[in-house]
């Protein structure tokens, strides 16, 4: 039965999969996304409507007294999106960029990404909207601490566990965990992951997700028929995300010719040294100085002749606008949302194999799961088996994902939504409707 776009609240029609009435909107590109799949799928009218809704968008107010004895107040969101499946699970990103649109995407793409992953949470996502980089420390641990508390009522380790995401990281999660446990009266740290492991962190949780982007790129190569050594490779971002996965990649025998941040990117044919890179960025907040490339735009990385584009830094780098010089064989989605869903087909059309945001950084949060499970049961394993137990999901996760593609001959991102919608769904009609 075809579905009835029109949201119950509102009575809004909303646009038809093919036209977008704007781009760059996160939440209008990850439903254009869901509702091919739902579509696909056959999900029925009634989940379909639930689906397309978030559980709650919680708005606080955060007011702080700056260094200098000046009060300001910063806007800062918690979106859980759906919790059917478990508690809801997402980071908490500082940034100007931060809008309550955006984080309701990215809560959205949250619980999509669990689902792909198979691990028992559903999806939320926070932001503040501020500038992190003009912030000293002790400023951003008093935003961090009142925008928990603004918070805190939905926090728990059965309701709500956030980890870190642009522009936070261990230190703040160890505020977040710290503020929590104060309110609570005793500490949990299952309450927030990506901590420190020196309080309940898990080994191998930093770089959780630029190895998941390794090891989907690694299987995506050998479906397509590919030598990994000496594929070239241009990484956009290099935060947690991007340094990872560069120098994961580069150790498995790819050949990094690319690397970029907000400030600068750098090109070197003859491949760039990631551990020096790493060394560099950390010493000098960023890439930017670093002598060991050609300086090129941000823009003029993503459509280098190279084999596997990475984009690893913020949403909607790859648009209508320069989808169709994208001269990449694949894209490995290491961001959340940096494909706008018109240019998807482009991407198509190009026979470029894109492996979705959902499932190429699910890494992250698939380890988050097994800190979960660690300092619930008190018990913490070494590295080596966080990584087996990550490389194994990853893995199984991407073939999946790749079965269902070549079963209903859609693309990997629409059968990624098709096999999460479809694990969400059914617990919802395993669950009915509670009235
Ligand atoms: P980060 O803050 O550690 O790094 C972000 C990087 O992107 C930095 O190098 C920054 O300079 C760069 N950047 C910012 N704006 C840019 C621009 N306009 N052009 C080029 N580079 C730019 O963040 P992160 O944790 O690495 O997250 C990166 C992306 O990965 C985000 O979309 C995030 O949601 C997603 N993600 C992160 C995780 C995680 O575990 N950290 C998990 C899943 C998804």
Known sequence: ?????????????????????????????????????????????????????????????????????????????????????????????????V????????AAWMTWKCAVVNIPFGG????????????????????????????IRFLGPNSDVPAPDVNTNERVMAWVMDTYSMHVGYTDTAVVTGKPVEMGGSLGRKEA?????????REALKHLGLPIKGTRVAVQGFGNVGSVAADLLAKEGCRVVAIGDRNVALYNEKGIDIPDAIAYAAKNKGLEGHKKGDQ????????????????????NVITTKNAHDIRAKMICEGANGPTTAAADSIL????????????????????????????????????????ERLEKIMCSSFSEVLALSKRHSVNMRTAAYMLSISRVANVHRLRGVYA
């Open 99 to 106: 809008t309550l649109e955006e984080v309701k995407a990215l």
């Open 296 to 315: 090129i735009s941000s823009a003029d990385l993503l459509t280098l002749d190279v084999d596997v584009l990475v984009p690893a830094a913020l949403e």
């Open 348 to 387: 198509d059309e190009k026979g470029i194999f894109v492996i979705p945001d959902i499932l190429a950084n699910a890494g992250g949060v698939t380890v988050s799961y097994f800190e979960w499970v660690q300092d619930r049961g008190g018990y913490f394993w070494t590295e080596d088996v966080v990584n």
């Open 124 to 151: 939320a996502k926070g932001g503040v909207k501020c500038d992190p980089h003009s912030m000293s420390i002790s400023e951003l641990e008093r935003l961090t601490r009142r925008y928990t508390s603004g918070i």
């Open 1 to 97: 039965m075809p579905i009835d776009r029109r949201l119950p609240a509102t009575g809004v029609v909303q646009p038809d999969k093919d036209h977008f009435l704007n781009e760059e909107n996160p939440f209008e590109a990850m439903m254009s996304r869901f509702d091919k799949a739902a579509e696909l799928l056959d999900l029925e009218q009634g989940l379909y409507k639930v689906l397309r809704q978030a559980e709650k968008q919680i708005i606080v107010s955060i007011p702080i007294t700056r260094d200098n004895g000046e009060v300001e107040v910063y806007e800062g969101y918690r979106v859980l999106y759906n919790t059917s499946r478990g508690p809801a699970k997402g980071g908490i990103r500082f940034d100007m960029q």
């Open 209 to 217: 997700t630029g190895r998941g982007c390794m090891i989907v790129t």
